[in-house]
């Protein structure tokens, strides 16, 4: 199975363009692994064309939190449905699990022992002030952490996060035997995937 693991970096924020919709912001940077070559690849806009085949040869899409965010801002650009493709949203499949919004550094940090090097604020402001290494930088460390988060939830069926109250580590038990389970057609299974 051919597994794209992506994130997406973004020239604006919300604000600078009067709008809560993803897709009206611009994407500067977007990274991605890909299970085929065991590499990391970062693209900005102008190199899009040398990505789309990773895309559209994928066989599961993965994210953190990337059917409310990265999909709707990607189809934006994209030259297919991005809905065609089997998606992951690791942020939801937590949701599901304890009926709460966990971010992707609680759950690494507490899960994994490391955790983001950055955020999206401090992503925008390097792209305003041509930094854009370092922006490169952030989405591959960001690329690298859930995908990390990803296969130790495959491998064990659970992650942790620290509950903010207590300060205590919580177990997310996780259904994970059909993450990667493909139907006679190729295409999704009904659970517990998200498809966008």
Known sequence: MKKVVFDIETKNIFADVNSDNPADLDISVLSLYDSETDKYYSFLEEDFDKMWPFFEKADLLITFNGNHFDIPLL?????????????????????KSIGKKIGLDSIASTTLGHSKSANGLQAVAWWNSGEIDKIIKYCEQDVK??????????????LYYEDRQSKEKKEIPLKTENWEKEDEKGGAPNEPLTLF
């Open 145 to 158: 952490v859930t995908k990390d988060v990803y296969d130790y939830a495959l491998k064990n069926k659970k």
């Open 75 to 95: 189809q934006k650009y994209a030259p297919f449905d991005l809905k065609s493709k089997k998606h992951l949203d690791i942020f939801e499949e937590v949701q």
